[in-house]
């Protein structure tokens, strides 16, 4: 059974920072492909930033661009997200996903993290 589940989210100041992880089991995890989305209240759900699956090629959403960082251990068969420099407009749910780097779509969804960012 694939697992993703995320954590390191919570509430911080604009300005601030914060790590969110995303832990895979259940799934060759150097095989995939990890993005990182998000979900704001009434908002659509967002790309936010991916990694391919050695960890050579990343992009990023131009609203976190500079300020976010996407990693990964496949080692550990975790991702993780640096976020830097928080701002309100940040706050939302945050979710990692996991695709087949040949695959259009992702296969494999966590339940997400909350991400607060107070003014």
């Known amino acids: 059974q694939v697992q993703l589940v995320e954590s390191g989210g919570g509430l911080v100041q604009a300005g601030g920072s914060l790590r969110l992880s995303c832990a895979a089991s259940?799934?060759?995890?150097?095989?995939?492909?990890i993005g990182w989305f998000r979900q704001a209240p009434g908002k659509e759900r967002e790309f936010v930033a991916t990694?391919?699956?050695?960890?050579?090629?990343?992009s990023y959403a131009d609203s976190v661009k500079g300020r976010f960082t996407i990693s990964r251990d496949n080692a550990k068969n975790q991702v993780y997200l640096q976020m830097n420099s928080l701002k309100p407009e940040d706050t939302a749910v945050y979710s990692c996903?996991?695709?087949?780097?040949?695959?259009?779509?992702?296969?494999?969804w966590g339940q997400g993290t909350q991400v607060t960012v107070s003014s």
């Open positions: 990694i391919n699956r050695r960890g050579s090629n990343t």
């Open positions: 259940g799934l060759a995890f150097s095989g995939f492909t």
């Open positions: 996903a996991a695709r087949l780097d040949y695959v259009l779509n992702y296969s494999y």
